[in-house]
C-alpha cells in the first residue's frame, strides 16, 4: 500500500496551484492597477455585439497569457474602462475554494510507476532540485503526475499575482463588479490529469527549449503579434504528434463554454477573460461567435487607422 501523501505547508503549495490554473490561490491584497506613470501592459480585447444587440451595451471578450505581467507595468485603462462599466467579469476557474485534502488525487500518480524511470538523469535532477524549492522532496516527485512536474520547472516569470487574470479579478473586486467562472477548479484539474503524459515529459527532457519557447510567446504577446501567438500555440508538428492535448485543452472546452458565453452576452454586460488560445484559431471563440452572427471589433490592439 503507498504511503500517504503529504504537502507542502499551505504558503508553499498555493504558488504552484496558482501556476498550473492559470490563476492564483494566494488571497493576499494586490494593490489597485491603476498606478500613475507606470507604463501599461498589453492585451488582447474585442468588442462584441449580438445579431440582435444595438450595440448600445456590449460585450468583451479578453484573452489573456498565463505569465506574470512586469512589476512596473499596469493595465490598458481602455480595459479598465471597460470593466467597470460592465455587470459582471468572467474567467476560466475559480482556484480559491481548493484545499489541499481536495488536491491529492488530481496531483499524485495512483499507477505506482516512478516518474524517475521515465526521466533521464539530467532531467531528474534537475526536477528534484527545482522540486525542493518549494518543498517537495524525491518521493513526492517520484509520485507526482506527469503533468504537475512541469509547474515549478522555470517555466516563466510567475508571480501568480501579477498574471494579467489575477489583476483583472482583482480591480473586478476593488470595483464590485461580480466575479463568476465558466469551470470549476476541479474540471481544469481533471482536464490537465486528462493530457498525454509524453507531452509533459518531452517539455521537462527539453526544459531550455520550453521556457525559451513560452519567453518568446510573452513577448509576443507584449509586442501584439497575434499572428505570431497563433503560430507559436497551434503548431502543426505539436499538433501531430500531441493530438489529444490541443482537443482536451482547447477545443472541448470550448465546445463547454461556448453555450454559457453566448449566455452571458445576451443578459448581461459581460467582461470574459480566457486564455487567447481559446479564443483565436479555427475552433476558438471568436469565429465561432462571428459564425451566429456577433460583431466582434478589436480593442486592444486598436485596429489600423483607415486610409482613404
Known amino acids: 500500500m503507498a504511503a500517504p501523501v503529504v504537502l507542502p505547508a499551505r504558503r508553499q503549495w498555493r504558488p504552484i496551484i496558482g501556476l498550473l490554473a492559470a490563476c492564483s490561490l494566494m ?3 494586490v494593490p489597485p492597477v491603476r498606478a500613475a506613470g507606470q507604463p501599461e501592459s498589453n492585451l488582447f480585447m474585442w468588442q462584441v455585439v449580438g445579431p440582435s444587440d ?34 459582471s467579469f468572467v474567467m476560466e476557474a475559480d482556484t ?22 521515465l526521466l533521464s538523469v539530467p532531467a531528474w535532477q534537475r526536477t528534484l532540485t527545482q522540486a525542493k524549492i518549494v518543498g517537495f522532496g524525491s518521493d513526492q516527485v517520484a509520485r507526482m503526475e506527469p503533468w504537475f ?16 487574470d489575477m489583476l483583472l479579478r482583482r480591480e473586478a473586486e476593488r470595483q464590485h463588479v461580480p ?3 465558466l469551470e470549476k477548479a476541479e474540471d481544469q484539474l481533471r482536464m490537465m490529469q486528462s493530457l498525454p503524459a509524453p507531452y509533459f515529459f518531452q517539455q ?3 526544459l531550455e527549449e520550453t521556457t525559451a519557447h513560452n519567453q518568446e510567446l510573452l513577448q509576443a504577446y507584449d509586442r501584439g503579434d497575434l499572428n505570431g501567438i497563433a503560430t507559436a500555440t497551434f503548431d502543426p508538428t505539436e499538433m501531430s504528434r500531441f493530438p489529444l492535448v490541443f482537443q482536451h485543452l482547447f477545443y472541448d472546452r470550448n465546445d463547454r463554454w461556448m453555450p454559457e458565453v453566448e449566455r452571458l452576452c445576451q443578459t448581461q454586460r459581460a467582461f470574459i477573460a480566457v486564455g487567447l488560445g481559446h479564443l483565436i484559431g479555427d475552433q476558438g471563440l471568436l469565429r465561432r461567435l462571428a459564425a451566429k452572427g456577433y460583431r466582434i471589433t478589436p480593442l486592444i490592439p486598436a485596429p489600423p487607422a483607415k486610409t482613404r
Open 27 to 29: 488571497l493576499a491584497s
Open 54 to 87: 444595438s450595440g448600445a451595451s456590449p460585450d468583451y471578450l479578453v484573452g489573456t497569457i498565463h505569465l506574470a505581467m512586469a512589476a512596473d507595468h499596469t493595465l490598458p485603462n481602455v480595459a479598465l474602462q471597460c470593466l467597470a462599466q460592465s455587470t
Open 96 to 117: 480559491d475554494t481548493l484545499r489541499p485534502e481536495t488536491l491529492v488525487p488530481f496531483l499524485f500518480r495512483q499507477d505506482g510507476v516512478s516518474n524517475e524511470t
Open 149 to 164: 512536474l512541469t509547474t515549478f520547472l522555470g517555466i516563466g516569470p510567475n508571480d501568480p499575482n501579477r498574471s494579467r
Open 179 to 181: 466575479v463568476s467562472y
Open 204 to 206: 521537462i527532457e527539453d
